[in-house]
């Protein structure tokens, strides 16, 4: 049996914060706002791989209601949610993703994020950086959007 996810998640932009994105420290002047660490990226992989398995969303996992979950690791949450899928029977075939951003440039980035992603159980991810041509929020530089699609098996 497989399974398709797909996750997306956005967030604003904010000073004074860390730019994380699929667990690396991207050197920007701004970070992204959120009740954990703001990590679009990872995020948007947590819901397709939720949402692949029936398993709800990020949301109902990691309220932002919830005060354990201020400040958290994406990545950390990420763990989490692998491990649970596993224990469910999925195995991850591969994640492909996207982050669309007008800056930074993120293709210096991605060997770690990739690296960071692995560590955290996955296996087979791609991850690519687009702008949005001006357009729109992102294009205006008010924030960052991700897009993550994921295929499960079950044997």
Known sequence: MFRVGIGYDSHRFQRGRPLVLGGVNVHHHSGLQGHSDGDVLVHAII???LGAAGMADIGTHFPDS???YRGASSVGLLRYVVN????EGW???NVDATVLTEEPRLRPYIPEMVR???QA????VNIKAKTNEGMGFVGRGEGMVAIAVCLLSRS
């Open 121 to 124: 159980g996955l296996q087979r």
């Open 66 to 68: 919830d005060p354990q």
């Open 91 to 93: 195995t991850v075939i």
């Open 116 to 118: 960071q992603l692995e």
């Open 84 to 87: 649970l899928i596993t224990a």
């Open 47 to 49: 819901d397709a791989l």
